[in-house]
């Protein structure tokens, strides 16, 4: 996950526009999968920024994941 700059794609310099991604994250017993995640994509080389209020709700999903000790747990945000 990176921290979204303040324009441009900083890999390629590429526009970004609007557009979803997935997230996943290994928690080593088990993965965790978030779709559907609102984020800015770079249009040239499809690098992903996810805002912190989205990353905020992500890391609550994955601490539910993480208590429930899921081997695979997958969800959506919007
Ligand atoms: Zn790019």
Redesign the pocket.
């Known amino acids: 996950m990176n921290r979204l700059p303040k324009k441009g794609?900083p890999?390629?310099g590429?526009p970004r526009r609007r557009g979803t991604t997935t997230f996943t994250c290994d928690l080593g017993f088990g993965v965790v999968v978030v779709r559907k995640v609102p984020a800015s994509v770079?249009v040239?080389?499809g690098?992903d920024w996810i805002p912190d209020k989205m990353a905020e709700r992500i890391e609550v999903l994955v601490g539910e994941a993480r208590n429930k000790r899921s081997q695979v747990e997958v969800m959506a945000l919007s």
Do not use: R, S, Y
Request: glycine share 12%; hydrophobic share 25%; aromatic share 0%.
């Open positions: 794609c890999l390629c590429g770079c040239q080389c690098a």
